[in-house]
């Protein structure tokens, strides 16, 4: 989640602290940083559409909603009001923005207090109320997720983000078959690799070092060889 007063800048990717009256991005300096979607498209700054499949600027942004990175293709939503970018999976879990610093999550954390719901000592309606599975704490039945632990209690939900973790899981670190199809496979496994890259995966870069590890063993080799004979 992005920290108060950082904004996920639409032009590079990059989350930034807005600077000067202009509220430029230190990292790429376009200027208006955090406008929300209308007022962008207002400015003529790049914005982009609710719902879509993230594009090479999207890719490689945090979720706010699971903290696992966005990549190249998958599906996922925009905020109007604060341009920040989500899993799909994370927004339905949800049902809000999670950046700290949209207007939309300071009027979803402000409203609890203006609507209490009445019934039962201190305003709760104990009767919609359960306990949540993972920290033991009192939450409405309806409930998405734990606004305690933070544990997500929607089984869907919670399959989705746990199969987005796995995946990461699986993108940063090569298997056993990987390593040998790296040694045995040479260059073919080091273009591979460069695809990997291409896509984002960390596991990508290994795979490329791999080959060239792999490949100036084999050179040294038949030197020595040469050179003995």
Known sequence: MPQPG?????????EARPLGPKKKCPNCGMENLGVGFAAAQDAGLPSFPERMKANKVLAGRI?????????????VWNC????????QACHEAHGACRNADCPSALQMAAAPAANVPQGAPGGTNTAAMKPCPYCGESVLKEARKCRYCGELLDKAARFRQDRM???????EKLSGSEILFGILCGWIACICGIVWMIQGKKK???LVLLTVAVTLVHILIRVALLNER
């Open 204 to 206: 990508g870069v290994k």
């Open 165 to 171: 973790k796995r995946q990461a899981a699986e993108d």
């Open 80 to 87: 109007p009001q604060c341009q920040g970018t989500m899993h």
């Open 63 to 75: 979720c706010p909603g699971c903290s696992v990175g966005i990549e190249l293709g998958q599906d």
């Open 6 to 14: 950082f904004f996920t800048c639409p032009q590079c990717g990059q």
